[in-house]
Nanobody
Framework: QVQLVESGGGLVQAGGSLRLSCAAS????????MGWYRQSPGKQRELVAA???????NYADSVKGRFTISRDNANDTVYLQMNSLKPEDTAVYYC??????????WGQGTQVTVSS
């Protein structure tokens, strides 16, 4: 089974930055998409950013211009650079992997807290 390991969460002041990482436990050769959802109390789970194998990216409107997703295809690792963080960004961030014709795989989640 493919497993995802997340890291990089923490506590920062508004305006600060964090970089999240998500690494797959084994090499992935198929076409795939990786990215992050986030969830905070009282809110529905939100797709934050995603990146396909060829580098195509998508962002939630709320993070455009502040977050950048990238990937290292050789190591099947995806990164989320989060700049100009706002208290509204506080959430648990869950990495995910979509492989063709297989169930979605989720990371363990990492807490991001942005103080006012």
């Amino acid at each position: 089974q493919v497993q995802l390991v997340e890291s990089g969460g923490g506590l920062v002041q508004a305006g600060g930055s964090l970089r999240l990482s998500c690494a797959a436990s084994r090499t992935i050769f198929s076409i795939n998409t990786m990215g992050w959802y986030r969830q905070s109390p009282g809110k529905q789970r939100e797709l934050v950013a995603a990146i396909a194998s060829r580098g195509n990216t998508n962002y939630a409107d709320s993070v455009k211009g502040r977050f950048t997703i990238s990937r290292d295809n050789a190591n099947d690792t995806v990164y989320l650079q989060m700049n100009s963080l706002k208290p509204e960004d506080t959430a648990v961030y869950y990495c995910y992997l979509d492989l063709s014709r297989l169930p979605r795989t989720w990371g363990q989640g990492t807490q991001v807290t942005v103080s006012s």
